[in-house]
Every structure is written in structure tokens, then in C-alpha cells.
């Protein structure tokens, strides 16, 4: 049985370093029938490539890209997907979150059509597919019959492939385990989950984002009174708070807008940080664990943010993904007015930098675009490079690569 592969090894956790091939300017991979690609990207390096996950609107399918002399692209799971498999003929695809471990390509994402969670596999000789909660899924280990699987992320800790994502039915944070010859779900925080720790009865689980700190895993998360939640599991137990939005105390930056969602979470200088979204005035948010205490700052946005260096007033921070790339904390992120486009924040150990690095009136040619573009960002690092996949407006998947003195851009697949 497949499945006998998929509990040894490390993963990658938001950070991820690759090898092989060296930039060069590459042809768009043309589908047939023009599809509307591109949203809901998860990155990753596997096997020295560069890979993404990503969603195709048009056929309702699970896409795959990856980089190997060339971008090469393929229909995995979905409507007219062939091979067998466990592969299903609903719609699939959305929320996706790849994950590389003991040697194996992996995926997390949804059934569209039933709202259930589906796990991808690549054994290293053929891909392998399975429904694991929701609707109809059978099994027991705590699972669920909910509308399910929305807003996945994956990583692995003390041996074993996990996923937090979001429960609509019950207003649940969800966490899956592999734990070694079976998957055990659970519902961890959110209306009617017992155990105290700092629960809440609220609506939970939107827009997670999961990864490693002090070799526990730790799982940021929107509360959707307009709070930022956090979850710890301390080893036997998981521990739970609301660190930022209205009604939270504390100071150190916190606010009382609405706050929290489109997370993105990363260790820099061995600190736990984590970038978010402030939908009540439309900035960027940045969260940061010192060691003993949280701070909180608007990074980008509105007239309200100060420091210059870039900063726009625009409505900006949706869709972060945030990296460390030569010693520097930085994020990717969406700018919706003017027009749509991809904004790149830059920490340079003494001070915030910004950009807009692509879409309408972005100059320096090399690929850009003037069309809608950012959102749906997933960043990694490869061939010592650091890289976005992102979304355009038009339905076509982007692609960013800073080659260590430009930003260089194309379109792998459309």
C-alpha cells in the first residue's frame, strides 16, 4: 500500500532551498482552450525543481507545473483527469498546500464539489490520491462530515505529515495526522470543542498558516469576530489565544480593527513572526514573538502607515507569503487599487523597504505586465534564488525570480 512511504524524513516549512537549473527566459506553456488559471498556488522545490500547485477555474482540475529544462504543466486531479489511482472526476483544486517529505511530493486541497479534504502523492514512480475528511468519507478516526478542507496547511512534525485547515459547517479549526498507518483527525479549536486552554466558541480557522518554533508546531489563524488566533501544541496539550484586533489587550501595537487573516508565518533571527491582513483599513500587519512578549506594527498601506521607503497608500497585505532570503525577512503580497498589483516588503535588519514589483504602471520591463496581478502569492527559495508564484486577473499563472541584481518575469502556464 502506498501509504507505507509516507512517514519518514523532514520537511521544508515555508523556507525552501533548491538546485539545478539557472534563470533563463522561457516560452509560456499554452493550454489548450485558453483555461483560467492560476489561483490558489502552493510552491515548493522537489526533486531540484521548482513545482506549484494551482487551480484551474475553467475545467475544475487540479494543476501541476514544475520546471525541468523548461515548464512543463499537467491536469492531475479532476474532470478528465486520467490514470486512475483514486483520482476523482469532481471538481478539485482549490486551497491547495504541497509539502516535500521523505523523498515524496505531496498536496493537500479540496473536493469543490463535495467540500472534502483530498491528499495528492507522488511515490517517485506515479501519483496516488485519496478523500480523507468530509462528506462521505469514511474511516472514523475523528472525522467529519462537514463542508471541509478550506484553507490548508501543511507540515510535518515529530514524524508525521499533519494539515490544519478550516471546517465552514461547524466554524472549526481542523488538524489531519498521519500517523503512521492511519490518518486521526481532530477539531481543535472553535465552536463546541471542549478542553479549554483558551478556546473560543467563535467562528475559527480561515486563512491558516502553520510552521515550526522551538520545535513545536504553532498554527496562525482569522477569527472571524476580527481577531488574530494563535495555537500552540506545548508537546501534550494545545494552547490557545487571540493576540491581536478588538477587544484583545496588551498594547506593544495591537489594534482594534479587524485583523487576522491571510496569515503567513515565518521563523527569522529566531523569532516567531507572522504576517496578516488588516481588512478594516487595508494595510499590511506584522506580528513578532521576542522571547517574551508580542509586537505588533502596520507594516504598508492607507495614509495612516508612516516611514516612506516605498510605502503606498493603497489597500494592500491579502495574500502573504513570506520567505528569508539572504538574511532578510521578507513578504509577498497583494495591492488591489490601482489595478491590481504584486508588492514585495523587505526587512533589511534595520529597516523596512517596499516595492510594487509588477502589474499596471510598474516600469523595467523583463517580463512584467500590466495586468491584475499579486494575489494567490506562494514564495520559496531555489537555485539560491528567491521566487513567487502569484495570480493574474486574466487567468494566467505568474512567476517572479530576483537572479541577485533584477527581478526577472514570466508566465509558465496560461
Request: no cysteine; hydrophobic share 35%.
Given at each position: 500500500m502506498w501509504r507505507?512511504?509516507?512517514?519518514?524524513?523532514?520537511?521544508?516549512?515555508?523556507?525552501?532551498a533548491g538546485a539545478s537549473a539557472l534563470w533563463a527566459p522561457r516560452p509560456a506553456v499554452v493550454r489548450a482552450g485558453g483555461d483560467s488559471v492560476g489561483t490558489d498556488n502552493s510552491g515548493v522545490v522537489y526533486n531540484g525543481q521548482a513545482?506549484?500547485?494551482y487551480f484551474d477555474s475553467t475545467t475544475n482540475t487540479l494543476q501541476h507545473a514544475w520546471y525541468a529544462g523548461g515548464w512543463h504543466t499537467e491536469t492531475l486531479d479532476g474532470p478528465g483527469a486520467s490514470g486512475g489511482n483514486g483520482r476523482t472526476s469532481v471538481n478539485v483544486g482549490k486551497y491547495n498546500s504541497a509539502v516535500v517529505f521523505d523523498?515524496?511530493?505531496?498536496?493537500?486541497?479540496?473536493?469543490?464539489?463535495?467540500?472534502?479534504?483530498?491528499?495528492?502523492?507522488?511515490?517517485?514512480?506515479?501519483?496516488?490520491?485519496?478523500?480523507?475528511?468530509?462528506?462521505?468519507?469514511?474511516?472514523?478516526?475523528?472525522?467529519?462530515?462537514?463542508?471541509?478542507?478550506?484553507?490548508?496547511?501543511?507540515?510535518?512534525?515529530?514524524?508525521?505529515?499533519?494539515?490544519?485547515?478550516?471546517?465552514?459547517?461547524?466554524?472549526?479549526l481542523r488538524h489531519a495526522v498521519w500517523g503512521g498507518s492511519a490518518w486521526f483527525f481532530e477539531s481543535l479549536d472553535g465552536n463546541g470543542v471542549s478542553g479549554g486552554n483558551g478556546r473560543t466558541s467563535d467562528n475559527v480557522g480561515y486563512y491558516a498558516s502553520a510552521v515550526l518554533y522551538n520545535s513545536v508546531v504553532q498554527v496562525f489563524y482569522w477569527d472571524a469576530s476580527g481577531l488574530?488566533?494563535?495555537?500552540?501544541?506545548?508537546?501534550?496539550?494545545?494552547f490557545f489565544e487571540s493576540l491581536d484586533g478588538n477587544g484583545v489587550s496588551g498594547g506593544n501595537g495591537r489594534t482594534a480593527d479587524n485583523v487576522g487573516s491571510y496569515n503567513s508565518a515565518v521563523v527569522y533571527n529566531g523569532?516567531?513572526?507572522?504576517?496578516?491582513?488588516?481588512?478594516?483599513?487595508?494595510?499590511?500587519?506584522?506580528?513578532?514573538?521576542?522571547?517574551?512578549?508580542w509586537f505588533f506594527e502596520s507594516l504598508d498601506g492607507a495614509t495612516t502607515v508612516s516611514g516612506g521607503n516605498g510605502r503606498t497608500a493603497d489597500n494592500v497585505g491579502?495574500?502573504?507569503?513570506?520567505?528569508?532570503?539572504?538574511?532578510?525577512?521578507?513578504?509577498?503580497?497583494?495591492?488591489?487599487?490601482?489595478?491590481?498589483?504584486l508588492r514585495h516588503a523587505v526587512w533589511n535588519g534595520g529597516n523596512w523597504f517596499f516595492e510594487s514589483l509588477d502589474?499596471?504602471?510598474?516600469?523595467?520591463?523583463?517580463?512584467?505586465?500590466?495586468?491584475?496581478?499579486?494575489?494567490?502569492?506562494?514564495?520559496?527559495?531555489?537555485?539560491?534564488?528567491?521566487?513567487?508564484?502569484?495570480?493574474?486577473?486574466?487567468?494566467?499563472?505568474?512567476?517572479?525570480?530576483?537572479?541577485?541584481?533584477?527581478?526577472?518575469?514570466?508566465?509558465p502556464a496560461q
Open positions: 507505507k512511504w509516507l512517514l519518514r524524513g523532514i520537511m521544508v516549512v515555508l523556507v525552501l513545482q506549484d500547485f523523498g515524496q511530493l505531496q498536496d493537500f486541497y479540496q473536493d469543490t464539489t463535495n467540500n472534502v479534504l483530498r491528499h495528492a502523492v507522488w511515490t517517485g514512480n506515479g501519483w496516488f490520491f485519496e478523500s480523507l475528511d468530509g462528506s462521505g468519507v469514511g474511516g472514523g478516526n475523528g472525522r467529519n462530515s462537514d463542508n471541509t478542507a478550506y484553507y490548508n496547511t501543511a507540515v510535518i512534525y515529530n514524524g508525521q505529515v499533519q494539515d490544519y485547515f478550516y471546517d465552514k459547517t461547524g466554524g472549526l488574530l488566533r494563535h495555537a500552540v501544541w506545548g508537546g501534550g496539550e494545545w523569532q516567531l513572526q507572522d504576517f496578516s491582513w488588516d481588512m478594516t483599513v487595508g494595510v499590511l500587519r506584522h506580528a513578532v514573538w521576542d522571547g517574551s512578549g491579502p495574500g502573504s507569503s513570506a520567505v528569508v532570503y539572504n538574511g532578510q525577512l521578507q513578504d509577498f503580497y497583494y495591492d488591489d487599487n490601482p489595478g491590481g498589483l502589474g499596471n504602471g510598474v516600469s523595467g520591463g523583463n517580463g512584467r505586465t500590466s495586468d491584475n496581478v499579486g494575489s494567490w502569492d506562494s514564495a520559496l527559495l531555489y537555485n539560491g534564488q528567491v521566487q513567487d508564484f502569484y495570480a493574474d486577473g486574466t487567468g494566467v499563472l505568474r512567476h517572479t525570480v530576483w537572479n541577485g541584481s533584477t527581478w526577472l518575469f514570466e508566465t
